[in-house]
């Protein structure tokens, strides 16, 4: 086994790539409009030119950079992949116990950036109204095969990143316990960190209860949960086309968007757009340089392609595969106290009984506003979720 101490690591992109960026970004081929207006259709023409145009006269990536590079990041070798990770830890921390060790998991289209609000709300809680002593040591990698980390194909794939983390947590940086938090894949492989190392997790909190489960259904489905399960089939119907492309033919998409910014662009914020709480109107709850920064993690690395295997690895796990993670949940998913955040423009909205068929549910919040990128949209509510679900269970470190 693989395993090395962790290095510090800088992002720092080389000058022909932001050269080559610029130059094909000059000579971007938008589309006519020939389509419905607005974002009917995907993309909207509009906002699309409008990016466009911020990021070739106004967004400066080294400025982005810098910022970036304020957090304390770090590689390792872990378990066959090179795992870039931010760890920052706790700030002011008061009690006699030392802070807990919290790890956050980002999915897809969003990278590790999706966090960047939340980290000094969570180590440095007394700074944002919250108390002291809820402090955490934040770890937050990138996928696998997303942004700065990298795995060979395939080392282990989406089942076995719960193992990598597992690792990083224990071996690398040493912690014996800790808590975890994930939405999207980051909901799956915390669920999967809960029921394969279940004694060296206190804890939980998620953003959603993994879509997987809503597969195949029991037959003992209340009315509550049919209308959740026929609600995922809707949508894989209305919006899911984008999941069957890039489980399906994730490289000829990955080859498309690997050679075409704005073509990558375009293919993230429309799922930006679709998901999150912004009433139609993306400016209103991202600007344009969160918007490019998290494309620009791809574009720099080359990384789109990675972000389409989850989707693959689901699509083309057969049933050995499947009786193995049903065998997991049974040994070890309910030991694991679990908290959910629900937010009300997320893509799915189960109810709680559909939780707590898979889950130890010890806390299930409700908010009144937000979508799928929480951490991004409403980052003092989810902070203080997180910090409240686990306050309980510090004990248990």
């Known amino acids: ?46 906002y699309l030119q409008g990016l466009l145009d911020h990021w070739l006269y106004h967004y400066d990536w080294r400025a982005e950079e810098a910022a970036l590079n304020r957090f304390k990041q770090f590689r390792a ?12 830890r706790a700030r002011n921390h008061a009690g006699g116990k030392p802070p807990l060790p919290l790890i956050l998991t980002h999915g897809f289209p969003d990278s590790f950036t999706r966090f960047l609000k939340i980290i000094p709300m969570l180590t440095d809680p007394a700074a944002y109204g919250g108390q002291a002593n809820d402090a955490f040591d934040v770890v937050v990698p990138s996928l696998p095969w997303c942004a700065f980390s990298h795995e060979h194909r395939h080392a282990s794939g989406l089942f076995g990143v719960n193992d990598i983390w597992h690792a990083l947590m224990t071996e690398v940086l040493g912690y014996e316990r800790f808590g975890a938090h994930g939405g999207d894949w980051g909901s799956t492989i915390t669920e999967h960190i809960a029921r394969s190392h279940a004694n060296s997790v206190v804890g939980i909190h998620l953003t ?15 009315s509550v949960e049919r209308e959740y399960v026929d609600s995922v089939q809707q949508f894989q ?3 899911g086309a984008y999941a069957m492309v890039q489980g399906q033919k994730p490289q000829t998409l990955s080859d498309a968007l690997n050679d075409s910014p ?57 049933p050995p595969r499947w009786i193995a993670e049903a065998v997991k949940q049974k040994i070890g998913s309910d030991q694991v106290p679990a908290g959910f955040a629900m937010f009300p423009k997320d893509l799915s909205h189960p109810p709680r009984e559909w939780a707590e068929r ?12 937000g979508g799928h990128f929480a951490a991004m949209e409403q980052p003092e509510a989810l902070a203080a979720d997180i910090r409240e679900f686990f306050r309980p269970l510090r004990s248990a470190q």
């Open 1 to 46: 086994m693989e395993i090395t101490h962790a290095k510090p690591f800088e992002i720092r992109v080389d000058d022909w790539v932001l050269a080559d960026l610029d130059a094909r970004l000059a000579s971007t081929r938008l589309p006519p409009e020939q389509g419905p207006p607005g974002w009917d259709a995907g993309s909207s023409p509009a």
């Open 208 to 222: 959603d209860v993994p879509f997987w489960h809503s597969l195949k259904t029991p037959d003992d489905l209340r």
């Open 77 to 88: 070798t872990v378990r066959g992949a090179e795992i870039h990770f931010i760890h920052e």
């Open 262 to 318: 704005i073509g990558l662009a375009a293919w993230l914020t429309e799922k930006f757009q679709r998901w999150s709480d912004c009433d139609g109107d993306l400016d209103a709850v991202f600007t344009k340089n969160e918007m490019l920064t998290n494309a620009m993690v791809y574009w720099v690395t080359g990384s789109i392609g990675g972000a389409f295997l989850p989707y693959y690895d689901v699509l083309r796990a057969g």
């Open 358 to 369: 898979f889950f130890n549910v010890q806390r299930w919040t409700e908010f009144e506003k």
């Open 237 to 239: 119907m209305k919006e």
